[in-house]
């Protein structure tokens, strides 16, 4: 149970153009769900907070214009990366929240984002 | 705030060898703690997580962790290391500081396997 499926698992798109990421939660409701980026070799950095139904909350650092969240429903959360260039190319995580007596964090797969 | 730290960032352990990846956490209470493991080019998965109670949890692939309130530690620990556990290994604790429930990773620690 609680798997994440995030997709694409990779992309490749032109500079200037748009990537959206689609992250869903199969098998239980994701009221919470977290956005990261990670270059290579290091760890994760939390980009932003998306809650169902409300405004995602962005990291300092982060351009809230840039990468667009949407969490319109308690199993659907996207990234979309706007106007892409090549420095906005790194691998994006998600990862969902699960309370209750089942509290623990579940992580997508990731999406490996080359701007060419 | 809280913070994790992975002190190596590199491990390499000859297969068959038994392993012990450091964590050590900064927090003023005993935090939830979690491993997560990341093979190249995927997300993470879970490992084990130590909420309360026994302070030797096991996971899953042979893992365990011990909780040391009194060095502030969580080190992962397994007895015989097999090729397919070279991957990155991210310890974690909430993010009790801020409002988004987050996690806080440390550095990763690369774990490299020899036959």
């Known amino acids: 149970g609680a798997v994440v499926s995030q997709h694409p698992s990779r992309v490749i798109c032109k500079s200037g153009t748009s990537v959206k990421i689609e992250c869903r939660s199969l098998?239980?409701?994701?009221?919470?769900m977290f956005w990261y980026r990670q270059f290579p070799k290091q760890s994760l950095m939390l980009m932003a907070t998306?809650?169902?139904?409300?405004?995602?909350?962005?990291e300092q650092g982060v351009e809230k214009d840039k990468f667009l969240i949407n969490h319109a429903s308690l199993t659907l959360s996207t990234l979309t990366v706007t106007s892409a260039h090549p420095e906005d190319s790194s691998f994006y995580i998600c990862s969902a929240s699960r309370r209750g007596p089942n509290y623990g964090y579940t992580f997508g797969s990731g999406t490996r984002l080359t701007v060419v | 705030a809280q913070s994790v730290t992975q002190p190596d960032i590199h491990i390499t352990v000859s297969e068959g060898a038994s392993l012990e990846l450091r964590c050590n956490y900064s927090y003023g209470a005993t935090p939830y703690l979690f491993w997560y493991v990341q093979s190249p080019g995927q997300g993470l998965q879970l490992l084990l997580k130590?909420?309360?109670?026994?302070?030797l949890v096991q996971g899953i692939k042979g893992f365990e962790a011990e909780f040391k309130r009194s060095q502030s530690s969580f080190n992962l620990r397994k007895p015989s290391v097999h090729w397919s556990d070279a991957a990155e290994y991210f310890c974690?604790?909430?993010?009790?500081?801020?409002?988004?429930?987050?996690?806080?990773f440390g550095k990763g620690t690369k774990l490299s396997v020899k036959p």
């Open positions: 974690a604790v909430p993010n009790y500081g801020g409002s988004q429930g987050n996690l806080i």
């Open positions: 998306s809650n169902e139904g409300s405004k995602a909350t962005y």
């Open positions: 130590y909420f309360s109670g026994d302070t």
């Open positions: 098998d239980f409701q994701a009221t919470t």
